[in-house]
């Protein structure tokens, strides 16, 4: 039995040794991938995405912006509140005002820029309700 035993230890501590050293690069990827992310551009993580809907969560550095596209209708709970501007392709601007934990439903809308204007950052989890293929 002790046989057994040396053996099972011998053969199971150098597993570990490899999958620590096989774990390490693709830890310090992952690192390297957050540290790229483009400053000033709101981070995204796609959480779930089908044919129906598409959630994700936006993080909004003070100063980032978004992609100026049109906004179809969606589900809005900040996990991190604060401000953000609009800013549409004519000039035009308004503010939102995001309280954390505070539901928003907005409906669908013209192509924007969103911007964080506040000096935190601004989480958003985001549902983005999509059109029925036709």
Do not use: W
Request: aromatic share 8%; charged share 30%.
């Amino acid at each position: 039995m002790k046989h057994f035993i040396r053996l099972f230890a011998s053969l199971l501590v150098p597993a570990f040794i490899l999958a620590g050293v096989v774990a390490s690069p693709a830890m310090a990827q992952d690192k390297a991938q957050a540290a790229k992310a483009e400053k000033g551009k709101v981070t995204l993580k796609v959480l779930h995405e089908d044919d129906k809907v598409r959630v994700f969560e936006a993080t909004f550095k003070p100063g980032d912006e978004g992609a100026n596209v049109a906004r179809p209708l969606r589900v809005i709970r900040p996990l991190k509140g604060g401000t953000i501007q609009r800013t549409y392709p004519d000039g035009k601007t308004d503010k939102l005002e995001f309280k954390t934990g505070e539901v928003k439903v907005l409906p669908p809308a013209a192509p924007y820029t969103p911007k964080n204007v506040g000096k935190s950052d601004v989480v958003l989890y985001v549902v983005y309700v999509k059109e029925p293929k036709k």
